[in-house]
């Protein structure tokens, strides 16, 4: 798995594409049903899916790094990882230019 540097990553958000449209994934984490926070924006959901692996594997203490739980709902990827009360989201974010 490749290490990520959010600061790579969020700067992508700005990315000017002319003449077609473009999509971009944002990855949020919630916990305890507060607002979710974003942790960074991506090209692809396949990078923020890695991403997320990553801040699990670095961040969680969930003992169990191998359960996921993924499903659509009001228009997001949500994933649980194990925690019961918290969940990563994946929102993908589509501009016309």
């Known amino acids: 798995m490749s290490t990520f540097d959010k600061r790579s990553y969020s700067c992508l958000f700005g990315l000017v594409v002319i003449g077609w449209g473009y999509s971009m994934y944002n990855l949020y984490f919630q916990i305890n049903q507060k607002a979710p926070e974003l942790q960074g924006t991506f090209e692809t959901e396949d990078e923020a899916l890695e991403y997320m692996e990553y801040l699990i ?3 969680s203490s969930i003992p169990n790094r191998f359960y996921r ?3 659509e709902s009001d228009g997001m990827t ?5 925690a019961h009360n918290a969940f990563y989201l994946i929102e993908e974010v589509s501009d016309e230019i």
Do not use: E, L, Q, S
């Open 78 to 82: 949500k994933v649980d990882y194990g």
């Open 57 to 59: 594997k670095t961040k």
């Open 69 to 71: 739980r993924v499903w």
